[in-house]
């Protein structure tokens, strides 16, 4: 349903009859985000739609308080070539458009989706970045006995064995964590709540973590500075960086411990839509890619036992 009624001017007959050439292409768009702000979207999302409609208008700044209808599948065609050189950047913008034109179907705002008419982008296949086990040995190495040091140690411990998102680790409250259980319940992307089981190796970290924290800090957030208040995600963005280089890593991002969670889950013999549950995976797709990984390197390890040189004469 639109959030802004407009009516034919001259229609007394009807009213409430939508009039879709009365839509300008930015107020289409400023519907779009309020529609998706009600579905619950994250803060980063709605700024990923605003910076490729913002790039458009700005290249057809004539199109801006111009009725949607107006828009051609040649502007579309032309700002996505605008982005030829950054093949990421114009499959964003494709799915941004993508995603506008279903929202302006849906609200009768347009009788044709332009984007249809255009060919989705494709994007280089490649593997998704993960922490390995040796990387995780290397980073927990660098953590010693002391306050940081614990609390460093059981964030990566938890973002590994659970997949949890940045968010997710850094807005962790001791009302939502059962320690005796070994679960938390997280509320993830969209406000959607589920619970999240952890390894008992984890367990033993948070009890030698909040063992300190408890008896120093008055607070229902897990995660402190120093300083005593609530550590922001940068601050654990920028811990993981920090641990990365002490041992010797590649910069490592917290995204992925994510990937490994999802990779060795799969790789373990997860189903993949119970992978999805856990998660708190909106879309499979992503899952499919990780499940390729871990067949890809599953039968590379079973070279040796197979190995036609090997075999030779048997």
Same mark, same amino acid.
């Given at each position: ?7 034919? /001017?001259?229609? @007394? ?5 939508? %009039? ?19 579905? !619950?979207?994250? +803060? ?9 409609? *913002? ?5 057809? /700044? ?30 964003? %913008?494709?799915?941004?458009?993508? +995603? ?16 249809? &008419? ?26 010693? /006995?002391? #306050? ?22 850094? *807005? ?12 938390? &319940? ?21 009890? @030698? ?17 120093? !300083?005593?208040?609530?550590?922001? +995600?940068?601050?654990? &963005? ?18 992925? #411990? ?15 839509? +119970? ?5 708190? &995976? !909106?879309?499979? %797709?992503?899952? @499919?890619?990780?499940?390729?990984? %871990?067949?890809? !390197? ?9 190995? /036609?040189?090997? *075999?030779?004469?048997?």
């Amino acid at each position: 349903m639109l959030l802004v009624d407009k009516t034919f /001017p001259d229609s @007394q007959d009807s009213p409430n009859e939508k %009039a879709p050439d009365f839509y300008t292409v930015k107020e289409v768009m400023e519907l779009f985000y309020l529609d998706r702000m009600g579905g !619950e979207r994250s +803060a980063k999302t709605l700024d990923f739609y605003r910076e490729h409609f *913002n790039g458009f208008l700005k290249r057809f /700044p004539h199109l801006a308080d111009a009725s949607f209808t107006n828009v051609k599948v040649e502007h579309l065609r032309d700002y996505l070539l605008s982005k030829s050189d950054h093949i990421y950047a114009k499959a964003g %913008a494709y799915r941004s458009f993508r +995603a506008l034109y279903y929202f302006a179907m849906r609200e009768s705002i347009v009788a044709k989706n332009l984007v249809k &008419q255009i060919t989705s982008p494709k994007l280089p296949k490649r593997k998704m970045p993960r922490v390995r086990s040796h990387d995780l040995d290397l980073l927990l190495k660098t953590c010693g /006995p002391t #306050f940081l040091g614990y609390r460093d140690r059981a964030i990566m411990l938890l973002m590994y064995d659970t997949g949890m998102r940045l968010s997710e680790v850094t *807005n962790m409250t001791f009302s939502n964590l059962e320690l005796r259980n070994r679960r938390i &319940q997280v509320l993830g992307k969209g406000n959607k709540e589920r619970t999240v089981k952890f390894d008992e190796r984890v367990r033993r970290a948070l009890i @030698q973590y909040i063992y300190d924290t408890k008896t120093r800090f008055k607070t229902d957030m897990v995660w402190l500075t120093e !300083e005593k208040v609530p550590i922001k +995600a940068k601050g654990i &963005q920028e811990m993981i960086a920090r641990r990365s280089i002490m041992a010797g890593l590649p910069r490592i991002h917290p995204h992925m #411990f994510r990937h490994a969670c999802a990779y060795n889950l799969l790789k373990n013999g997860m189903n993949i839509h +119970a992978v999805m549950r856990y998660l708190g &995976q !909106e879309s499979i %797709a992503v899952l @499919q890619n990780y499940l390729t990984d %871990a067949d890809s !390197e599953y039968a590379s390890e079973l070279h040796d036992e197979f190995s /036609p040189l090997r *075999n030779r004469g048997k």
